[in-house]
Nanobody, 118 residues
Framework: QVQFVESGGGLVQPGGSLRLSCAVS????????MGWFRQAPGKQRETVAS???????NYADSVKGRFTISRDSAKNTLNLQMNSLTPEDTAVYYC????????????WGQGTQVTVSS
């Protein structure tokens, strides 16, 4: 089963930036729909951004214009550049993949904690 290892989280001040990375155990980035998700304490996991096999990106309204999803198929890595961070972005961030829109997402990794606080 495909495994995901997220990294790059940390503590950042409001207005700051972070770049998250997700190492994927198999070469699927160009063949699967890839996504970044987050879960804040007491809240359900939500989709932050996704990128299709054709390279089209979609973002949650709350992060549009601030976050950018990208993939490096040669390195089996999915990235999320996060700018202008706010305390509302505080959450554990996860990546995942699915072959088609109707399929379930794969097995979840451990995620990486992002904390935005002054």
């Amino acid at each position: 089963q495909v495994q995901f290892v997220e990294s790059g989280g940390g503590l950042v001040q409001p207005g700051g930036s972070l770049r998250l990375s997700c190492a994927v155990s198999e070469s699927i980035l160009s063949r699967y729909i890839m996504g970044w998700f987050r879960q804040a304490p007491g809240k359900q996991r939500e989709t932050v951004a996704s990128i299709t096999t054709g390279g089209s990106a979609n973002y949650a309204d709350s992060v549009k214009g601030r976050f950018t999803i990208s993939r490096d198929s040669a390195k089996n890595t999915l990235n999320l550049q996060m700018n202008s961070l706010t305390p509302e972005d505080t959450a554990v961030y996860y990546c995942n993949a699915r072959r088609n829109w109707g399929d379930s997402w794969g097995r979840w990794g451990q995620g990486t904690q992002v904390t935005v606080s002054s």
